[in-house]
């Protein structure tokens, strides 16, 4: 198992991402009382009507496994759900062949995207696997897709909720297929225990694909979350497999 990016804000920069930084979003604070370890941490304004962007980090050519370790923390004026973490799956070739393809159909040869969201239904609602992968469902028009929190292969153990004033650690391990089996798997753990699965399906059909980029993204939907509101962050691990623990 390799350490492929760790970022617990202590340099008081976000100079480590090369993609997505806002200042109107996204900031390093200092108080070592409210960090999770450390004295900083990374706090992310949603604006009303939008989101908190996102912050992407990339490790070309790629890997066949990844897991990404960090810590959320929703305050307790919280309202609706986000997308929390994502590793995506670009060409080896194309750094951004996976980025800002929502209702996009995977080809199998074009891209991927594994995330762990939280559902509108509640402040945040339950936490989810959300995938875009080849065999997806498509909508009523046949060619838009958006992404699934399964299928019907899942499988998801209460509770689900990350509550609101404290800090939650989230882990989530993906490991790709072998092009032409269906025997890829994602899975995540809230607070040290696993919560969601899901096995015996296909990210790609072939090897131009690997996951190589880890993405903070704080988006609410199209239509955006209802007022301003903060969301916080700290003590980010890319490593290549699961800590033995």
């Not at 992407?56 to 309202?79: E, H, I, K």
């Not at 995977?106 to 936490?127: K, W, Y």
């Not at 990210?203 to 007022?227: D, E, I, K, M, Y």
Request: aromatic residues 14%; charged residues 15%.
């Amino acid at each position: 198992m390799d350490t492929l990016f760790a970022e617990d804000f202590e340099s008081g920069t976000l100079a480590a991402w090369p993609d997505g930084v806002d200042p109107r979003r996204q900031r390093v604070v200092t108080d070592p009382g409210f960090a999770q370890s450390g004295s900083r941490y990374l706090e992310v304004t949603y604006l009303a009507g939008g989101d908190g962007g996102w912050l992407t980090r990339f490790f070309m050519p790629g890997y066949d496994s990844l897991y990404v370790s960090y810590y959320v923390r929703f305050p307790a004026t919280w309202q609706g759900g986000t997308k929390l973490i994502a590793l995506y799956g670009s060409r080896t070739d194309n750094q951004w062949s996976a980025l800002g393809k929502a209702g996009t159909c995977p080809s199998g040869t074009d891209f991927f995207a594994a995330m762990i969201v939280t559902e509108a239904g509640g402040n945040p609602g339950p936490t989810r696997l959300y995938a875009y992968y080849p065999a997806m469902a498509r909508e009523p028009d046949g060619v838009t897709c958006w992404g699934r929190y399964g299928d019907g292969r899942e499988s998801y153990v209460p509770p689900l909720i990350l509550t609101a004033g404290v800090w939650h650690h989230v882990e989530f391990w993906v490991k790709l297929n072998t092009p032409g089996q269906s025997n890829a798997s994602q899975l995540f753990w809230l607070d040290g225990e696993l919560r969601g699965s899901w096995s015996g399906f296909a990210f790609r059909s072939s090897n131009v694909l690997r996951l190589n980029a880890v993405q903070l993204t704080f988006n609410r939907g199209l239509r955006g979350g209802p007022t301003t509101q903060q969301l916080y962050v700290d003590h980010l691990v890319v490593t290549t497999g699961r800590p033995k623990t």
